[in-house]
């Protein structure tokens, strides 16, 4: 990246802060008046545990259609596989990269999860 740039982007981030500063109490305010058919006008203890297994007893109910989804991708993918001839370039470099974006991410988790940091420094 060169100085201009990131010269450019720090001077749109000062900004940005600034804005933020003298106008975040007046967002927050103007988020919850807009979204207040969200809240709940008695927010107790009990209302948030009912909330809360509503949420994973929905989550719950959705696995089989997500089930069902799961396999027609993998059904796809197997007749993508079966008539690879066919592929296009852009198909396969797109493949590629999500493979090794995944594969990076996976690293990267165990580097952090392991107490390190990109750079090999160890604390």
Not at 33 to 48: A, G, L, M, R, W
Not at 58 to 79: C, G, M, N, Q, V
Not at 80 to 97: F, N, P, S, T, Y
Request: overall charge positive; glycine content about 8%.
């Amino acid at each position: 990246m060169s100085a201009s740039l990131l010269k450019q982007l720090q001077e749109k981030l000062v900004i940005g802060s600034r804005y933020v500063a003298k106008n975040g109490s007046e967002l927050y305010k103007q988020t919850l008046e807009n979204n207040k058919h969200y809240i709940d006008k008695e927010p107790t203890v009990e209302k948030c545990q009912e909330l809360s297994k509503q949420l994973f007893y929905t989550r719950l109910a959705s696995l089989p259609h997500r089930y069902e989804a799961f396999w027609k991708e993998i059904d796809a993918l197997k007749k993508k596989a079966m008539a690879r001839q066919d592929l296009k370039i852009e198909e396969v470099g797109v493949a590629a990269l999500f493979g090794l974006e995944c594969y990076a991410w996976f690293c990267v988790g165990e580097i952090f999860g392991r107490g390190g940091t990109l750079t090999g420094y160890y604390p």
